[in-house]
């Protein structure tokens, strides 16, 4: 079976510099917040071009540390997508406020910025205080014109950046645009650890102390809470392990890119809508996302072929049981309910040998061919 990802072969491509590692934290005797979180702080800020980088517990975690030390909280609003991880409303009703869901452009499968101009314009809450476009996929949301509306309505701008370590546009790096920025280090992540681990990033001096108190009771001097805070703090194996990966993490997104090439090139020409890459931005294809009206065939044919594929997500969050509730943008959200039911998406990650890479594509024109012939 081909995996559609495959965070063991990642771990052994750097099993002697990852467990060395783990033994010198073994050796050192500092398990929580010790120098290998702190030198792994200043390298992640560094290599997003951001001042400050704080680690946490989860993806989840950073999400709610970063609205929390916003000030955001019981009552207040927060506009995202539907078309996401679970974890981002999680997050937002984590820190008492209220997600308000708007619709996706449907090339991107991110935060379209017309739909929150049109929903901030409307004002059906005037306790928006918060936006989080999350860069899906790999691929950025506008930031450009999301930050500059924001600017206007004078709401945060908090980036959900866990599945995009390493995407741009125009050269700088997602992360850097927004007020605050959360990243995910789950295993199978562009950076993963062995584990949980997240991070909120920022270039706010006083947002990122803030943030550093949050993770630890609200501690500026040990047992006193000079703010209300909670326990999320990134473990020293953790961060030794990231600071490996990271000092690989360009060169193992540019093996996802030559991989999305190769299947462009494949598939081109077909019946498929492929991942498109707006003008500008560099995607990092943490998922190689396809669409077709047929997905549920097209997934079983390709299992019957040994080759693993997920949907990236099979129902969006203001249809599952626990948000059926939920606040929904005036225009509705016709693009991510269409676009759901048509995603798949197919193995990527750096270890993909070119062999594997063809039998994928060679599995797929195999499907279209034979799905074409009259019934």
């Known amino acids: 079976?081909?995996?559609?990802?495959?965070?063991?072969?990642?771990?052994?491509?750097?099993?002697?510099?990852?467990?060395?590692?783990?033994?010198?934290?073994?050796?050192?005797?500092?398990?929580?917040?010790?120098?290998?979180?702190?030198?792994?702080?200043?390298?992640?800020?560094?290599?997003?071009?951001?001042?400050?980088?704080?680690?946490?517990?989860?993806?989840?975690?950073?999400?709610?540390?970063?609205?929390?030390?916003?000030?955001?909280?019981?009552?207040?609003?927060?506009?995202?997508?539907?078309?996401?991880?679970?974890?981002?409303?999680?997050?937002?009703?984590?820190?008492?406020?209220?997600?308000?869901?708007?619709?996706?452009?449907?090339?991107?499968?991110?935060?379209?910025?017309?739909?929150?101009?049109?929903?901030?314009?409307?004002?059906?809450?005037?306790r928006i205080k918060a936006v989080i476009p999350v860069h899906l996929y790999g691929h950025p949301a506008d930031m450009p014109t999301i930050m500059s509306i924001a600017e206007r309505f004078d709401v945060r701008v908090i980036e959900d950046c866990a599945q995009s370590h390493g995407a741009s546009i125009g050269g700088r790096r997602v992360g850097t645009w927004g007020h605050l920025a959360a990243f995910s280090f789950y295993p199978t992540k562009n950076l993963g650890a062995l584990g949980d681990g997240g991070?909120?990033?920022?270039?706010?001096?006083?947002?990122?102390?803030?943030?550093?108190?949050?993770?630890?009771?609200?501690?500026?001097?040990?047992?006193?809470?000079?703010?209300?805070?909670?326990?999320?703090?990134?473990?020293?194996?953790?961060?030794?392990?990231?600071?490996?990966?990271?000092?690989?993490?360009?060169?193992?997104?540019?093996?996802?890119?030559?991989?999305?090439?190769?299947?462009?090139?494949?598939?081109?020409?077909?019946?498929?809508?492929?991942?498109?890459?707006?003008?500008?931005?560099?995607?990092?294809?943490?998922q190689y996302v396809i669409r077709t009206p047929r997905r549920d065939a097209l997934k079983q044919s390709l299992a019957k072929s040994s080759v693993g594929s997920l949907i990236h997500y099979p129902v969006p969050i203001h249809l599952q049981p626990a948000y059926r509730d939920g606040l929904l943008a005036p225009g509705g959200l016709s693009q991510t309910e269409r676009i759901c039911e048509e995603i798949l998406s197919l193995p990527i990650h750096p270890h993909l040998t070119q062999d594997e890479v063809n039998r994928v594509g060679d599995a797929i024109r195999s499907w279209l061919q034979q799905d074409s012939q009259p019934k």
Request: proline content about 5%; aromatic content about 6%; overall charge negative.
């Open 1 to 126: 079976m081909i995996p559609a990802a495959n965070p063991l072969a990642d771990y052994l491509a750097r099993k002697p510099e990852i467990d060395e590692a783990i033994q010198r934290v073994l050796s050192g005797g500092r398990y929580i917040l010790g120098p290998e979180v702190a030198a792994f702080e200043q390298e992640f800020a560094a290599f997003l071009g951001a001042d400050f980088a704080v680690g946490v517990g989860s993806g989840t975690e950073a999400l709610h540390a970063a609205l929390r030390v916003c000030g955001i909280g019981q009552g207040d609003t927060v506009i995202t997508v539907s078309h996401t991880a679970v974890a981002t409303v999680a997050a937002i009703e984590l820190a008492g406020a209220i997600p308000l869901l708007v619709d996706i452009d449907p090339q991107t499968y991110t935060l379209d910025a017309n739909q929150l101009e049109d929903t901030l314009l409307a004002g059906r809450s005037s």
């Open 199 to 286: 991070a909120v990033v920022t270039n706010d001096p006083t947002l990122a102390a803030r943030t550093a108190l949050f993770r630890e009771y609200g501690w500026m001097e040990r047992y006193i809470s000079d703010i209300p805070g909670a326990n999320t703090r990134l473990d020293e194996l953790q961060g030794a392990i990231l600071r490996v990966k990271l000092r690989f993490l360009e060169q193992d997104n540019v093996k996802r890119q030559e991989v999305a090439r190769r299947y462009d090139s494949m598939l081109s020409g077909s019946s498929l809508v492929l991942p498109r890459t707006h003008p500008g931005h560099t995607h990092v294809y943490h």
